[in-house]
């Protein structure tokens, strides 16, 4: 699998919510080199757990789906 990669705004907004999170549930302050680092830890750590999830989840839904459309074409049959 490749790396996961993000523009620079989504990497922004994830550094943003990680400072303000870490500021508001540790009074934590995170200067954004610091921060930088939080966040490339987190997406490295978590990011292939979340993308497997949503590959999982994504799975799941064309089965249930092809499921569906397997059941419409049995009663379309004639017998």
Not at 28 to 42: G, H, I, K, N
Not at 58 to 78: F, G, N, P, V, W
């Amino acid at each position: 699998m490749s790396a996961i990669t993000l523009t620079k705004e989504e990497k922004d907004t994830i550094r943003t919510k990680l400072m303000d999170y870490c500021e508001d549930q540790f009074s934590l302050s995170l200067e954004q080199f610091d921060a930088d680092f939080f966040t490339d830890f987190v997406i490295e750590t978590l990011g292939v757990a979340i993308y497997n999830a949503g590959v999982e989840e994504a799975i799941r839904t064309h089965q249930q789906y092809s499921e569906r459309i397997q059941e419409e074409m049995d009663l379309k049959k004639i017998l």
